[in-house]
């Protein structure tokens, strides 16, 4: 085989007490699509930022087309002819798509003079190349998503890259897109150019890729082509455990139901949903993003109320207009980003786990005494089976895991009915995954009404009892879990249903 | 008995030992130096005094700090507040001063209130329209100093009833009753920020806004209530200031906002919000009245002061950085050990 | 199709102070018919002309995404350390220095400071304002203790600057000319227009200051970066500077002091956004022109000088209300 685009050997990598990287060997080669894999947290996203040099490695070497570079910078990374797409795109708010197809360009090139006319016909090249109708004088802050990562997608093919490292592009985008973006990717193999590919979906893996490469905890587990590969194991390599988990089993209590939903809409997010939980219930609710579960969710915990239907908690109409309004009603929320949206990093274990109760910690005169936080941290750090730490300890101080349970923990200490947690395990280390679970598990089993927003299949079948299938802002499916199977379920999500605008 | 006195500083953040040492020090050093002035207790007694207006501001800005906002409006709020009450007093109190104390009282409660709308002003500005910190304060800035001018033509007030003057000289048990006034101001604040709802509200909101929204905390009214909180104080150093200098105008002391600034970014507490300890702005402010009263004695310039003041910002900041980026790396070595010695991992 | 060709032009930036500045001139000349004749206009600019230069360098550090509080001493740093050492040459060695070498030393020392700017800001993790209030205190002292503080009176001052000072053109048929600090002034936006707008230097400020992480990730060097911007933010401040002090003859240490507010304001009411990433010449112009003409104005209309400030704070707050309510819509529109 030729020499490899990109080889890095025994790269290790740790931030502030965690080690993310681990000896890590890998190779590339020209017009190779390697997908590369692992739950999130397995430090292939640290591993993406060291070969493109924004990260530097505390040890390792990296060699590019057979050049050694002992200290990588991004700028080297990119005159090297490695592109990176991120997640998040890191696309220029502030600028028109032209100049960010165009800026990079002009930065590897060192053109240090700008021609606007340049910049317009290089986008639209390049947008043409990849099949998009955008507008090159338009400002990023005004395009959606996926034209978002449109733009990104063409700024990195615009220049030489000999290697395109692409980050989960495929969670932010319609099917269709996905089968452009897929052409996209045969068309950069078929110029020799290399392909790393970031995905967690079997058949995507399947259909575009060459090679497969399995990261977890920090390493390296699997390295191996495709078609040698049995896919079905892809989740124990990725978790490192056969699925042991036993299932989340529900024993109807009869009574009424805890929450009912009927008919609630919002315009545009979603319309017509009903359903209904019980206490001791897991109710999981899933969809595609942009199906309106996060919608849904967030309008329960009264952050964009429903605009028409009607939300009945134990039976009595209630009105959920304010995140005050669904606190008085016993509804807890677990937002999705644990960190921007649940957790203050720089604040003790005891403020975290008391900031959803604060004002009833108040004594005589209203202050707030030492011994109310130590012994709510004391007892909720026993109930999440974290190590014991003292309650003053900053919550920077612990892991990914742990601060998802800090999390948790002061929700839990606001002795919700209702729990909504949208995916509580993304971004979680595999044991405190199963070991959320079972709290999961423990709390509805003392009567707690549960719903859980989840993309993973896997979660969905052991711990919920139910699940609702959202697709464009309805709903189309609601069944027991021990009566369907994964394979349903992903199809049913991954349906085709009418968008805005697609008529034909 | 010691060993958990020792426990306890040690337990102290490192902040408070770093600034209590270098209090000392200068304490040692200007008695080294100048002792025989420096420890007159005439000179005592003016620190004590001049201890007052900046640690007045100091506080102010500690309570925006936390709230990852800033008011540059304190000063002109004091002033107006001064301005008012100095034409209320010449409209309203009789030449023979009978009826001083009863409007002395009155000007109190107009401090108060003064100070309270137009810390709600700067509060609505900021979180119901959405402006800026640093851009509404600067506006309401101009705009209450040219209230103070429109009132007085930009000439200062003066001549203020001799009850105010001896209250402001007045002496408890050998120390300044204003002093002691703002040292029992500065206990309440530091009690109210670090051990009430609000004040943890008031630092979750300043550390994540999102996360405490999230958790049923309501940013706007701790937002109206911290620039609220803010005002009040800045109005009553508005009364301080009539009462030690005799007079208010509409555009004095305008670099104590860059003295107030700084004497919180060395007190440790962080203009990115969420960050620090109330009290440490005491010890700071404690430490920069020792350097600037000794900076007097051995006749530097005030513009020199205020430069070496700069001086120190930029060490401190430059300290905090160093320190941190140590602590992280020593963090991960020590992770990169564990590791090594445990391949499973934590 | 038109109609969000009007949409866009509404929501412009600029589009604010234009209209204040036709309805304030509106007022003013019905008010008093003064207010539109030359005179007057070149009065006008010629206030304008220095502050305006001061204010590109702010916008070009505001647009890298802080607020710069040390350009006023900055620019007096550099226009008193360059008057003092042509004075003194000019009187002990009978050298008379050419005009542009001044002006060149004046931007060479503010380019100086702001390097030391860019330092202190790349390093830390300190909100810009906290560090360049710093650094205007330690400019200020330093100038002070090493170089000097006195006044430098016409009589001393580097002739040809003095010259200069005096030189007019566009001449009236009643020989009231426009000052020459204003062609500097337009000579100097339109060069930090250039620079701002077509060289890849001039849109790596725009890109640090729409998001840092994705400027990196591109590959600039987000410290050279830095560098650039306070370096060439010194330099104009050097400029202004000198420009200043030249306008006004005296070399007095104090004459700025106090006015960084006035400045930063009308860069804002230009339409520059206070977070960073957006901003441009023809809005610090504006801005500019807007302030001037009511601080000089409202005089003319029989309000007395001492409602000025209250004027000019409530144009901030109007200002900034109307950029933070539109910034609000744009965000409820996605």
């Known amino acids: ?343 203050f990093l720089n604040r003790s274990l005891g403020e975290n786990f008391s900031s959803a109760i604060i004002d009833s910690m108040a004594g005589p005169l209203g202050l707030i005494r030492e011994k109310r936080f130590e012994e709510l941290s004391a007892r909720w750090m026993e109930e999440l089976n974290m190590s014991r730490k003292p309650y003053t300890t900053p919550a920077s101080d612990y892991s990914g895991g742990n601060q998802q349970r800090i999390v948790l923990g002061k929700w839990l200490a606001a002795r919700p009915r209702i729990f909504i947690l949208n995916c509580p395990t993304v971004g979680v280390d595999v044991k405190s995954k199963s070991e959320i679970h079972e709290i999961m598990k423990r709390l509805a089993r003392q009567g707690l009404s549960i719903i859980m927003i989840s993309d993973d299949i896997g979660e969905i079948i052991s711990t919920s009892n139910r699940v609702v299938i959202m697709n464009a802002g309805r709903v189309t499916l609601e069944a027991e879990t021990n009566g369907i199977t994964a394979d349903e379920i992903s199809r049913r999500i991954l349906a085709d249903a009418p968008r805005h605008g697609e008529t034909e | 008995m010691i060993e958990n006195i ?95 104390t009863a409007m002395l009282l009155a000007c109190l409660a107009v401090s108060v209130l003064i100070g309270l709308l137009c810390g709600l002003l700067n509060g609505v500005l900021i979180a119901k329209v959405g402006i800026f910190p640093i851009l509404a304060t600067l506006g309401t800035q101009n705009v209450f100093m040219g209230i103070g001018m429109i009132l007085t033509r930009g000439r200062a007030e003066g001549n203020f009833p001799k009850a105010l003057l001896e209250f402001g000289n007045a002496h408890v048990g050998g120390v300044p009753l204003l ?72 555009d004095y002391g305008v670099s104590y906002v860059f003295q107030a600034l700084l004497t919180c970014v060395l007190g440790g507490i962080s203009p990115l919000g969420g960050r620090g300890k109330v009290y440490n702005v005491l010890l700071s402010l404690i430490a920069l009245q020792i350097l600037g009263t000794g900076f007097n004695m051995l006749r530097v310039s005030p513009l020199i002061r205020d430069s070496i003041f700069g001086f120190l910002l930029v060490i401190s900041i430059l300290l905090d950085y160093i320190a941190e980026k140590r602590r992280a790396e020593i963090l991960n070595r020590r992770a990169v050990n564990k590791n090594e010695t445990d391949p499973a991992g934590q | 199709m038109k109609d969000e060709r009007l949409k866009k032009l509404l929501l412009k930036k600029e589009f604010l102070s234009v209209v204040m500045i036709v309805l304030f001139s509106a007022v003013f000349g019905a008010v008093n018919p003064a207010f539109f004749t030359v005179v007057n206009l070149y009065d006008l600019l010629k206030v304008c002309s220095y502050p305006a230069i001061f204010a590109c360098g702010v916008m070009i550090v505001l647009i890298n995404g802080g607020v710069d509080f040390s350009f006023l001493w900055v620019g007096m740093f550099s226009a008193y350390s360059a008057s003092k050492l042509f004075s003194i040459l000019q009187a002990q060695h009978g050298f008379t220095a050419p005009l542009i070498l001044i002006y060149a030393v004046c931007v060479l020392i503010g380019a100086i400071l702001g390097s030391f700017n860019a330092t202190f800001v790349s390093g830390f993790k300190v909100p810009v304002f906290i560090t360049t209030l710093s650094s205007a205190n330690i400019f200020m002292g330093i100038m002070f203790q090493f170089i000097g503080s006195e006044y430098i009176f016409p009589e001393q001052m580097p002739a040809r600057m003095i010259a200069f000072s005096n030189t007019v053109f566009l001449k009236t048929a009643s020989g009231v000319g426009l000052h020459v600090s204003v062609a500097v002034a337009a000579a100097v936006m339109v060069l930090v227009h250039f620079i701002m707008k077509y060289t890849l230097m001039g849109r790596s400020v725009y890109a640090l200051g729409g998001d840092i992480a994705a400027t990196e990730r591109i590959g600039f060097n987000l410290n050279r970066v830095r560098l650039f911007v306070y370096m060439l933010a010194g330099g104009i401040g050097g400029l202004a500077g000198g420009i200043g002090v030249s306008n006004i003859q005296v070399a007095n240490p104090y004459d700025f002091q106090g006015r960084e507010m006035t400045i930063i304001a009308a860069v804002v009411i230009g339409g520059a956004r206070i977070t960073g990433g957006s901003g441009s010449v023809a809005g610090v112009a504006l801005g500019v022109l807007l302030t001037n003409i009511l601080s000089q104005n409202l005089v003319l209309i029989g309000v007395p000088p001492e409602y000025n400030k209250f004027v000019f704070g409530l144009l901030i707050i109007f200002a900034a209300a109307v950029q933070a309510v539109q910034e609000k819509f744009e965000r409820e529109r996605r």
């Open chain 2, 6 to 100: 020792l426990g306890r500083i040690k337990k102290m953040d490192r902040k408070f030992t770093q600034l209590a040492m270098i209090s000392v020090f200068l304490f040692v050093l200007m008695t080294a130096l100048r002792g025989d002035r420096f420890l007159r207790p005439a000179n005592i007694d003016s620190m004590l005094f001049q201890l007052v207006e900046p640690g007045l501001f100091a506080m102010c800005i500690a309570i925006a700090y936390l709230s990852k906002g800033i008011d540059l409006s304190i000063v002109t709020i004091a002033n107006l507040v001064g301005i008012v009450n100095g034409i209320l007093l010449r409209r309203t109190v009789l030449p023979d001063g009978s009826n001083a």
């Open chain 2, 179 to 250: 002093t002691i006034l703002f040292l029992v101001m500065f206990a309440a604040l530091c009690a109210v920020v670090h051990k009430t709802p609000y004040g943890l509200k008031l630092q979750w909101m300043g550390s994540n806004s999102k996360a405490s929204w999230y958790s049923g905390v309501d940013n706007v009214k701790v937002t109206l209530t911290t620039y609220m909180i803010s005002g009040l104080m800045a109005g009553l150093c508005g009364m301080v200031i009539m009462a030690r200098s005799n007079s208010a105008k509409a």
């Open chain 1, 1 to 343: 085989m030729s020499e490899p685009v990109i080889e890095v050997a025994g790269i290790n990598k740790a931030f502030s007490g965690n080690r993310v990287l681990n000896n890590i060997d890998l190779a590339v080669h020209s017009g190779e699509v390697v997908c590369l894999c692992g739950e999130n947290g397995c430090g292939k996203s640290s591993l993406i930022k060291i070969i493109s040099g924004v990260y530097s490695s505390d040890a390792g070497s990296i060699s590019i087309k057979g050049v050694n570079y002992p200290s990588l910078t991004a700028p080297q990374s990119i005159n090297a002819g490695i592109q990176v797409i991120y997640q998040d795109f890191s696309v220029f708010r502030n600028l028109t798509v032209a100049e960010n197809i165009s800026l990079s360009y002009r930065v590897q090139k060192k053109k240090w003079f700008i021609n606007y006319d340049f910049n317009r016909a290089l986008a639209r090249k390049a947008l043409a190349l990849i099949g998009a109708n955008l507008d090159a004088d338009e400002e990023i802050e005004r395009l959606s998503v996926a034209e978002k990562q449109l733009v990104a997608i063409a700024r990195a093919i615009v220049q030489d890259a000999s290697l395109v490292i692409m980050d989960e592009p495929t969670t932010a985008i319609t099917q269709k897109e996905i089968e452009k973006l897929f052409a996209v990717i045969r068309g950069l193999k078929e110029k020799g150019i290399a392909v790393m590919f970031v995905s967690h979906k079997l058949d995507e893996i399947a259909a575009i890729c060459d090679r497969i490469v399995i990261m977890r905890n920090g390493k390296k587990v699997v390295d191996s082509p495709v078609a040698d590969f049995e896919t079905e194991r892809i989740a124990y390599y990725m978790t490192g455990q056969e699925v042991s988990e036993t299932p989340f089993e529900y024993i109807p209590a009869g009574g009424r139901p805890m929450l009912e939903v009927e008919n609630a809409a919002r315009s545009g997010e979603f319309e017509s949903v009903s359903f209904s939980v019980k206490p001791g219930e897991i109710l999981a609710i899933t969809g595609q993003l942009g199906s309106g579960r996060t919608e849904l969710a967030k309008s329960l915990f009264g952050l964009a109320p429903i605009q028409s239907g009607k939300i009945k908690i134990e039976g009595r109409e209630t009105r959920i207009a304010s995140i005050k309004d669904a606190f008085a009603n016993g509804i807890a929320y677990l937002p999705e980003d644990r960190l921007g949206e649940g957790l």
